[in-house]
């Protein structure tokens, strides 16, 4: 493994520290008279057998760090482009070379040596590279286990989990997912029940949150799931949310998914459809709306009543996230700054939730540069990803509330592009991956909250 001089890694923290700086140190962008979370849900009943996390990116990353800090509670978790427990090591460096290509695409773009550029990704490869990450980052939660600062590792076994990364993704390579995998998976770690998961590694996507034509808002608010050779959009101009259907249908046409009614009567094994060897790929172009596929896997589709309706973008609510701080925090405000937390977090509640019907729980994590105010339309306000990703309607039509946490760009905590904390240093330090994690913490009490008042998930005092 290359390590990289002082002033290469001044480089790099020039890098981190660009062009995100607005609005970082105050709430001016966003500051508002958003009610507290217990108005926002006051009456509504959680199953607390039925609470699930997901999140793509960063908020993978985070999904996952949650469901491992808390899995006495968290039944099930979807991670889209994330990556195992503990992957950074508490090291911004490790965050940007070894569990993800940030630097290299970085250094790339703005024409440093190829070679040079090349040498910084540091992901996982091959198989024993793999495993030996799996192994480092169970060992990790092993000795947080043992020091009573997260959950019973046991209680992975019996959790649902839906794993994807994106044929194309450029940012989180599948090696690092593959980590992930094995987490879950393997007889000396997890050791989930082979059922219990499902892993989407054949979808040609890049790194976004794929979801289809469904409820699709107009404009161009959502994207069209362009591939290489195209051009990625712009940072600025990406909501890293892709309406992926007309893709993998094509995709489906060309590999011979698409299935005759008749197919596997009377026919030869020659002319099994889809192909043998396709038969991986044709299950995971199935899964085009990403957010359904993570539900029906975690809560399984007999436990899903109806299919997804329409939902209108203004039943996402918007709650005083400093408030949450203030139930465990003497100085909520600083402490929401300092865990790079937004002023406004959301939630969507189905109105039989709102009538007193008892309702499951999804918290969804957003990704880097996803978080806060990101719907600039003119008459709109709010979070896209809160608003289009697609959990809503199928939280409408199954009577599950999806709590949205949201994270702001800041230069103080280190966190230039608003992503969740899963490296710790410069950010929110060394606790980040445990219970007592500034985010954990507030994420949890606003669990808590919607469980009425329940001190259902532990949230340590500062």
């Excluded at 290469?8 to 008279?33: I, P, Y």
């Excluded at 985010?439 to 009425?452: E, P, S, Y």
Aim: hydrophobic share 40%.
């Amino acid at each position: 493994m290359m390590t990289m001089s002082r002033q290469q890694g001044k480089t790099v923290r020039a890098w981190l520290g660009e062009g995100l700086a607005v609005c970082s140190l105050a709430f001016a962008c966003s500051a508002s008279g958003a009610p507290a979370l217990e108005e926002v849900a006051e009456g509504v009943k959680i199953d607390l057998g039925q609470i699930s996390v997901s999140g793509i990116s960063s908020g993978g990353f985070m999904a996952h760090q949650f469901h491992v800090a808390h899995s006495e509670h968290i039944m099930g978790a979807g991670i889209v482009a994330g990556g195992p427990y503990y992957c950074a090591r508490g090291s911004i460096m490790d965050a940007v070379t070894r569990c993800s290509q940030f630097v290299m695409l970085e250094c790339t773009a703005i024409g440093l040596d190829p070679k040079w550029c090349k040498k910084t990704d540091l992901a996982p490869r091959n198989k024993t590279e793999i495993e030996r990450v799996a192994h480092a980052s169970f060992a990790e939660a092993k000795k947080q286990e043992a020091a009573g600062s997260i959950s019973k590792l046991a209680n992975l076994k019996n959790a649902k989990v839906y794993l994807f990364s994106g044929t194309y993704d450029a940012i989180v390579p599948q090696g690092v997912m593959d980590s992930l995998f094995h987490f879950y998976a393997d007889a000396d770690k997890g050791g989930m029940a082979e059922a219990n998961m499902a892993y989407s590694r054949t979808f040609p996507a890049r790194h976004t949150m794929v979801r289809d034509s469904f409820d699709k808002p107009a404009g161009d608010v959502v994207g069209k799931c362009t591939l290489p050779p195209a051009a990625a959009p712009a940072n600025d101009q990406n909501a890293f949310i892709d309406d992926c259907e007309a893709v993998a249908r094509q995709r489906e046409k060309q590999n011979g998914c698409i299935c005759p009614v008749t197919a596997g009567v009377g026919m030869s094994s020659a002319a099994t459809c889809p192909p043998s060897d396709k038969q991986a790929l044709c299950k995971d172009l199935k899964d085009v709306d990403l957010a359904g596929a993570i539900l029906k896997r975690i809560y399984g589709e007999s436990a899903l009543k109806a299919a997804r309706v329409p939902v209108a973008e203004s039943a996402v609510q918007a709650f005083d996230q400093r408030r949450v701080f203030s139930k465990f925090s003497d100085t909520p405000y600083n402490a929401l700054q300092n865990a790079s937390m937004a002023r406004e977090g959301y939630v969507f509640i189905p109105q039989a939730c709102k009538d007193g019907r008892q309702c499951k729980l999804h918290v969804a994590f957003h990704g880097c540069l996803q978080g806060g105010e990101t719907d600039r339309r003119r008459s709109h306000s709010g979070n896209l990803f809160a608003k289009f990703a697609g959990y809503n309607e199928w939280a409408q039509a199954n009577d599950i509330i999806v709590l949205y946490p949201q994270i702001q760009a800041r230069t103080l905590p280190l966190n230039p592009q608003g992503c969740w904390d899963w490296w710790g240093q410069d950010y929110t330090h060394e606790a980040y991956h445990t219970q007592g994690g500034k985010q954990i913490r507030a994420v949890a009490q606003m669990i808590n909250i919607l469980a009425g008042g329940q001190q259902a998930l532990n949230v340590p005092a500062e």
